[in-house]
């Protein structure tokens, strides 16, 4: 499959998110440390991103390093965070050539500093890219990040900016570190794990899911390309009938 074969361009998902599983479990079975598995998944980064500004999607997450990865042994967390970095600088060229903006979020201030410092610089080198806006999810966690929600609204309670009654769905995605982009519509987990993993718990509310065996470090274009075909033959309901969606 290439870009070409989806013509239908107002049919594709405007947010795609994925949990990138199975780096371990690759270098494992290539007789190498966990650590090449996470930088052979690198290459499968590079390629998810450069499809999505092809197909001209405009958000792709991806769940880079959760909070409960901070209990990994202490050397593959160093060797991730100095991953992180390199990569985001060494993949400049890449940003810059498919007009990708790099945005990060999650519990940053718990990031080492010069992880932060990398993350930023890049962050400042691709602000005015107008095509894909590629997330890394980092020390990011679904429930904190409610959390945070919960207090930021409070906060607005307590202050008088905000009425109790005036809390609904809409003032609470706005506090969520996605606020201003669409909800993911393509949530794909790589390694047949069938799990969400609180990732995005309130923005998954209507995604469709798609769980694949292949190990991220072995997931490629076709497979992207293959995940999408798969989305655009599902029927997305939102609660109504299938005869209602079809006269749409
Ligand atoms: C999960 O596999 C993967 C991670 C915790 C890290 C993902 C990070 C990368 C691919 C580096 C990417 C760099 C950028 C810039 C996004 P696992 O280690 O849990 O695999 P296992 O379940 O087989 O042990």
């Given at each position: ?9 107002q ?6 998110a ?41 958000y792709?997450?991806?769940y880079?390093f ?18 992180l ?68 609204l ?46 995005l ?11 694949t ?36």
């Amino acid at each position: 499959m290439t870009a070409a074969d989806f013509t239908d361009r107002q049919k594709l998902p405007r947010h795609i998110a994925i949990i990138m599983d199975g780096n371990g479990r690759w270098a494992r079975a290539h007789g190498m440390k966990r650590i090449f598995g996470h930088r052979e998944g690198v290459r499968a980064v590079r390629e998810c991103a450069e499809v999505c500004a092809e197909l001209h999607i405009p958000y792709l997450t991806l769940y880079a390093f959760s909070a409960e990865n901070w209990s990994r042994p202490r050397e593959e967390v160093n060797a991730l965070m100095r991953l992180l970095v390199d990569t985001v600088t060494a993949e400049m060229d890449t940003f810059k050539r498919n007009n990708i903006r790099l945005n990060a979020f999650g519990a940053l201030d718990e990031l080492p500093v010069f992880c932060r410092k990398g993350l930023s610089n890049a962050m400042k080198e691709t602000i005015h890219h107008t095509g894909l806006t590629l997330n890394l999810a980092l020390s990011y966690s679904a429930r904190n990040e409610l959390v945070h929600v919960v207090r930021t609204l409070a906060e607005r309670v307590q202050t008088g900016v905000l009425k109790t009654e005036e809390i609904d769905a809409e003032q609470i995605a706005a506090s969520t570190y996605t606020a201003g982009m669409p909800d993911p519509e393509l949530m794909i987990r790589t390694s047949g794990e069938k799990r969400i993993s609180n990732f995005l718990l309130w923005q998954l509310a209507y995604a469709e899911l798609y769980f694949t065996p292949v190990l991220w470090p072995d997931f490629n274009k076709e497979h992207l390309y293959q995940a999408i075909s798969d989305y655009l033959t599902r029927e997305r309901r939102f609660g109504k009938t299938g005869e209602q969606i079809q006269k749409i």
